[in-house]
């Protein structure tokens, strides 16, 4: 039996153990993200977007986020501004000749006109294939100054779905766990991000540790552990009002929340029994249900997209590796053989794959699994990258990098040809997890 302790320094050590949790020793008060580039599919698709006309609108340059959004896909390859051939506003402007000779497959302008429903902007704009000289997609999308960069997300979205028969993600959120300072100034906080790391926001902020954000499915709430009392316990907190709830402290670990698909049950790990065993919480009523029972430590469960199993990491084989359980409990099976360790894991949102941290003598790296075949492929490089979660349409997967003492996220591909960093600036972050 393992673990049957309660004080905060065993807890740790638990975690620990598992790869859950490692929060950084040095950093700022507040880590800046911004998006680094490290590869990208070769034959990235030519594409301009030429500078909005914004009258009536300062701050945001809207043109500027649609191309950096389209540009960190690592799908497309947006025109410089300075070597714009032109730069028309009104649809009619085009000239598409100059644009083919520019070397341009595709062509967007726009601009922001006075709102007619309420709102006081419109954005609207045109995507054109140069090639053929014909528009491919128009929008007129109301909104607000302050909504203006979630406005230019949207309608990189748009364009990229149009492009890729792909769902876009450049208006999905990020939260992630930062620490900084040391000793008796340590301070622990619970960000959310754009996907693209910018436009961060404080959800919570403690001098003890705060671990594994996990979203709701509906993006309003947000489950996460949090030591504030010199233990572990569960909150679940509402992310426009703030208001926040305990909705497990047991003696021992309460560790790992995962939200099932309709949003009324947690999966968490609990040692009040003893040893670490999975169970489910309902939200609503507090009643708990056990998973799992056995000797070695289960923990980590994420729910599969049907919400009828749990995948989890056990050692009772020996080393950590996946199985697949019963929501309603049952007998575990092993999915991972290929690797010492295999853990972290997470389905796809279409349920056909699982993405992991997966390990031996080489390191530790993400990579996913076919749950089909069972084959398995390897898409990070580095030698300590943990935390994986998938993008909503997923087809990319985010996750935390350690580098040389700096600890930034990462973004992959699912064949590994497309690599993206967002850095931390003088801090590191930790526990990353990707809205719906």
Known sequence: MYFQVTPMISQFRFLLRLGLF???????????????ITQGVEGAAPIAVVPFGQAGLAGENLAHIVATDLAGSGRFTPLAEAQMPERPVPPEGVNFPVWQSAGQEHVVIGRVVPGTGGAPHEAEFTLFDAIRGTSL?????????????????????????????????????IAYVTASGSGKSREYRLQIADADGEAAREVMSSPEPIMSPAWSPDGK????????????????????????????GTPGINGAPAWSPDGSTLALTLSKDGNPEIYTLDVASGSLRRITRDDAIDTEASWSPDGRSLVMTSDRGGKPQLYLVPAAGGEPQRLTYEGEYNARGVFSPDGRRLAMVHGGEGGYRIAWMDLGSRNLKVVSRGRLDESPAFAPNGHVIMYVRKDGGHEPLAMTSLDGQVQRTIPVRGGEVRGVAWSP
């Open 22 to 36: 490692a929060l950084g020793l040095t950093g700022l008060a507040r880590a800046e993200l911004t998006v680094d």
């Open 137 to 173: 997609l128009s929008e007129r999308i109301p909104f607000k100054a302050a909504d203006a960069r979630h406005t230019a997300h949207r309608i990189a979205d748009l364009i990229y779905q149009q492009l890729t028969g792909e769902r876009g993600i450049f208006n999905t959120r």
């Open 221 to 248: 709430r947000m489950a996460y552990v949090s030591f504030e009392d010199r233990t572990a316990a569960v909150f679940v907190q509402n992310l426009s009002t703030g208001e926040r709830r305990k909705v497990s």
